[in-house]
């Protein structure tokens, strides 16, 4: 114990708890760094904003894209959207002819044209029949705008929905696709359905893709995404479809790993992306130049320069028509001009990237300028202090700068000035929190025994510290590893690792109870004991115990793979943790209890005995969590509830019906789960009533199912105790209760 003094009064004149508290943090903010939340992301974005404003993508002197804008003074002369398909089909031969390289429709043709002869043949009054069968026999205007599509390389767009179309045609054209390393579409943006154009035009173009932009969360466009999933399709953007069709390439090239998509491309061009394949777009002011007015197409007073070997897109700067977006260097930019600034900056190589080893750039600086401020803040005067903080400032934003304006690479420093601002005031604020920080002690040390809630209440009201209890209604859970002494045999030669294991499943199991406000009551080996509804009240202490219950199968599930994973590393035998768990919901005497001298907060009662008999009976029902009638109850419209048997547990007189929890919500709704349910009803039902035969007959049928894995146990408990009543009938007051023999 002196020595111990001796070591605590040494850490605190050397080290001092603050700096400790400071590391804590540095590793704290790195992990938030990892998280990466909204927050954290529009700080980064915000900064990579100004960054564009301040240096945007320079005007090239001769533009590889014009676009035809379908604008105000258009629609004023012609009329209003949609215009005919003959009229679409003009403007793409007008434009082969004056030497478009390429052309792409930044709008979708969802249906047939409205000005349609056949149409108009069934709509307008007072025609004869004669005229109705010349109309009739003319060829669509979709099919004439088809037939001028053929003569030019056309790239049509298609639109992502926000519900899947039940029409969807899967026999339309899709572009091929080649993967390099891990499957892409884990990543890419996705969306739920998908908006073609009628068969006849999508047939007729050179390639298809998806026009749609998505802004983020602030409403600005930074990224477009060059490959994305809709409906189950794999869709390239509209500008890197134009580029696949102009190389003569027929598959677009993913690369992609672990992280997620590298890069996408095609015969010449390799474009970076995040990792769901969006192209950070560099983006320049509005470009005027670029810009042709359909009505002067349409009028042939377009110069030949402004079409001949141009990349052409054919969109609308209308605001009726409703596609101005927010970009970082403008506030109002025509989403066609969106696809052509990505095609200009692929085209001349000019684009934003963030490389691979920029968060490493950035965890370095962080954890450098920590350190330092670490170890110097505490000995420099608050002058000298703000001198070198802006000092540090200006190094990560000018370096941060100089990536940017010479190498295009976005390196973030709002986090390691973030980090090192947090840890700098951490610093200074010490000595005003030092009460704080020894209730924060002391509220440590009493948590390795006691729930948060309790100490909490203990802190605020101490004379809560005698013997006695209340009565009140709890639900109680008892946990245990099944074949516990199996495991510890496999460690007879190491206990330390065996303590270690111990703890990695104590904790996430823990953590689970802990969560959802329960209450740890004891330890005992390998089992615990826990409680909710005491010492502060919980309106849904069933539901949060059965959600908590839960969690801790999926928290030992995923110990278990990384568990599986360091066995076959280490080439030791893995034997996987499985947990059994037991809850029951009834009135218990709950409050400190023991002697004058020694006491624990704990919980008596017969609902506790029964929650530990239906911990013990998991292993012979098949089912991890079972739980008691008053807790089933309170949770069957959140969790998937499975009646298991109606028992009499040794000790006491009256039966209890008993159930399994199978999953949440979800899970319940099922069509796997319904036919266990089924199953389970009709099985019971028949051994209640004393069909034995027909009880049978039902497991059998079970068994044939393609879900009977999940019931194997539970049929053959229910085969052997029908082939014992076969032989001897119980009595005839018999009510279908079975007496447990065992705890």
Excluded at 177 to 186: N, S, T, W
Excluded at 470 to 494: A, H, L, P, W
Excluded at 693 to 704: H, N
Aim: proline share 5%.
């Amino acid at each position: 114990m002196k020595r111990l003094r001796i070591w605590r009064r040494w850490f605190t004149r050397r080290i001092g708890y603050a700096r400790l508290v400071c590391l804590a943090l540095l590793i704290g903010f790195a992990a938030l760094r990892v998280a990466d939340p909204a927050p954290v992301e529009e700080i980064r974005v915000r900064t990579f904003d100004t960054f564009q404003r301040l240096d945007p993508r320079a005007k090239l002197a001769k533009s590889p894209v014009t676009i035809v804008d379908i604008d105000e003074a258009s629609l004023a002369k012609i009329g209003q959207w949609p215009w005919s398909r003959t009229l679409l089909a003009d403007m793409v031969s007008d434009l082969t002819k004056l030497g478009a390289v390429a052309i792409a429709f930044d709008v979708i043709f969802a249906e047939p044209d409205r000005l349609n002869p056949d149409v108009a043949a069934d709509s307008f009054r007072n025609l004869d029949e004669e005229t109705r069968a010349k109309l009739r026999a003319l060829p669509s205007n979709d099919q004439v705008f088809a037939d001028a599509m053929r003569h030019s390389r056309v790239v049509l767009g298609e639109s992502g929905l926000s519900e899947p179309r039940a029409d969807l045609d899967t026999s339309l054209p899709v572009t091929g696709l080649a993967m390099l390393g891990e499957d892409p579409q884990r990543f890419m943006i996705q969306f739920p359905g998908l908006l073609r154009n009628t068969p006849v035009l999508e047939k007729a173009a050179a390639g298809r893709a998806l026009l749609t932009i998505r802004p983020e969360r602030d409403g600005i466009v930074r990224r477009v995404p060059m490959i994305m999933l809709a409906q189950g399709v794999t869709m390239p953007s509209l500008s890197f479809e134009l580029l696949r069709v102009i190389t003569g390439t027929d598959t677009i090239f993913i690369k992609s790993d672990q992280a997620g998509i590298k890069s996408v491309g095609v015969k010449g061009f390799q474009i970076p992306t995040d990792a769901n394949g969006q192209l950070w777009v560099h983006f320049g002011h509005r470009d005027p130049t670029i810009y042709v007015s359909a009505k002067d197409l349409l009028a042939s007073d377009v110069p030949s320069e402004k079409i001949k070997g141009k990349l052409v897109l054919i969109g609308t700067s209308a605001v009726g028509l409703n596609d101005i977006k927010t970009t970082p260097v403008s506030p109002a930019m025509p989403g066609v001009e969106i696809h052509a600034q990505v095609l200009e900056s692929a085209l001349t190589q000019a684009v934003l990237s963030q490389p691979s080893y920029g968060i490493a750039l950035e965890f370095f600086a962080a954890l450098a300028l920590g350190i330092l401020v670490l170890i110097f803040a505490p000995t420099f005067g608050p002058v000298t202090l703000a001198a070198i903080g802006a000092l540090f400032a200006t190094l990560l934003i000018g370096t941060s700068w100089y990536f940017y304006a010479h190498y295009r690479l976005l390196i973030d420093f709002t986090y390691p000035l973030l980090s090192t601002t947090a840890i700098y005031l951490t610093l200074i604020f010490t000595s005003f929190v030092r009460e704080q920080a020894q209730r924060r002690q002391i509220r440590s040390a009493f948590g390795q025994y006691l729930s948060p809630a309790l100490i909490e209440q203990l802190a605020q009201s101490p004379e809560k510290l005698v013997l006695g209890g209340e009565e009140r209604e709890m639900t109680i859970m008892f946990s245990d590893v099944r074949g516990f002494t199996t495991i510890s045999e496999s460690y007879k030669s190491d206990p330390q690792g065996l303590t270690t294991l111990m703890n990695r499943f104590l904790t996430p199991l823990t953590n689970a109870i802990l969560a959802r406000k329960g209450t740890i009551d004891k330890y005992m080996g390998d089992a615990i004991m826990a409680f909710w509804n005491a010492p502060l009240d919980d309106k849904e202490h069933q539901l949060n115990a059965c959600e908590a219950a839960v969690d801790m199968l999926e928290r030992i599930d995923e110990l278990n793979k990384v568990r599986e994973q360091e066995a076959q590393q280490g080439g030791h035998v893995y034997i996987p943790i499985n947990v059994g768990v037991g809850l029951n919901t009834g009135t218990c005497v709950v409050g400190n209890m023991g002697s004058d001298l020694r006491f624990d907060y704990s919980v008596l009662g017969d609902s506790v005995n029964l929650a530990s008999r239906l911990e013990g009976q998991s292993k012979e029902y098949g089912f991890p969590i079972i739980v008691g009638s008053k807790t089933a109850l309170a949770a069957k419209e959140k969790f998937a509830i499975l009646e298991l048997d109606f028992i009499m547990v040794k000790g006491k007189k009256e039966p209890e019906v008993i159930y399994a929890i199978a999953g949440r919500e979800d899970t319940a709704h099922s069509g796997r789960f319904q036919r266990l349910r089924n199953l389970t009803i009709e099985m019971l039902a028949c051994y209640r009533s004393r069909d034995w035969e027909g009880a049978l007959a039902a497991i059998e049928r079970g068994r044939r199912t393609d879900d009977a894995g999940a019931l194997e146990l539970l049929y053959n408990l229910y085969e052997a105790r029908i082939r014992n009543y076969q032989n001897n009938p119980p009595p005839e007051d018999w009510n279908g209760a079975f007496a447990l023999l065992t705890k």
